[in-house]
T-cell receptor, first 115, second 109 residues
Framework: GAVVSQHPSWVICKSGTSVKIECRSL??????MFWYRQFPKQSLMLMAT?????????EQGVEKDKFLINHASLTLSTLTVTSAHPEDSSFYIC???????????FGPGTRLTVL | RKEVEQDPGPFNVPEGATVAFNCTYS??????FFWYRQDCRKEPKLLMS???SGNEDGRFTAQLNRASQYISLLIRDSKLSDSATYLC??????????FGSGTKLNVKP
């Protein structure tokens, strides 16, 4: 149980375009979802925390107008990278809580490459 | 000061060795503690939760010392497949999670 999926797993896009990443909890209702970014050989960096039906809480230094988060239901959150630039190329990982006590379950990640 | 600090390693050990990692945290109000394992270019996977009484899962033993604010992970009889980065995670308020930068383990034949 407690499976989180992400789609797409891998995307290449042109600079200036927008990319949407979906995160779904498949077998539980996610009370909270988190979005992380991870650059090569670095640790996970929390970008934002979202609760269903309310606005996401962004970490310091993360532009909310560039990284749009929508958490429309208890099983789906989306992250849209708007006007992507090459420096946005990274591994984006979502996680969700609600499938066990205090435990985060991670999606498989989305590798974004912006040309 | 970082919320969670770990020795980045790498720890290079032979198969069969016992290896231990420590992790310190700064917030005494922290409520939950976890060890995650992350393989290269993959998402973190929960290895085990850490309880005050300590807990063991096969070759893995986790300990929590609230007085000194650190948690530890002990791996006995290391396998090649244990090679990964081990992330220490500390949570409070049930929805605020802090990750350590990870400790890299290389188990060699």
């Amino acid at each position: 149980g407690a499976v989180v999926s992400q789609h797409p797993s891998w995307v290449i896009c042109k600079s200036g375009t927008s990319v949407k990443i979906e995160c779904r909890s498949l077998d539980f209702q996610a009370t909270t979802m988190f979005w992380y970014r991870q650059f090569p050989k670095q640790s996970l960096m929390l970008m934002a925390t979202s609760n269903e039906g309310s606005k996401a809480t962004y970490e310091q230094g993360v532009e909310k107008d560039k990284f749009l988060i929508n958490h429309a239901s208890l099983t789906l959150s989306t992250l849209t990278v708007t006007s992507a630039h090459p420096e946005d190329s990274s591994f984006y990982i979502c996680s969700a809580t609600g499938g066990g006590p205090d435990t985060q379950y991670f999606g498989p990640g989305t590798r974004l490459t912006v040309l | 000061r970082k919320e969670v600090e770990q020795d980045p390693g790498p720890f290079n050990v032979p198969e069969g060795a016992t290896v231990a990692f420590n992790c310190t945290y700064s917030n005494s109000a922290s409520q939950s503690f976890f060890w995650y394992r992350q393989d290269c270019r993959k998402e973190p996977k929960l290895l085990m939760s850490v309880y005050s009484s300590g807990n063991e899962d096969g070759r893995f033993t986790a300990q929590l010392n609230r007085a000194s604010q650190y948690i530890s992970l002990l791996i006995r009889d290391s396998k090649l497949s244990d090679s990964a980065t081990y992330l220490c995670v500390v949570a409070y308020n049930f929805n605020k999670f802090y990750f350590g930068s990870g400790t890299k383990l290389n188990v060699k034949p």
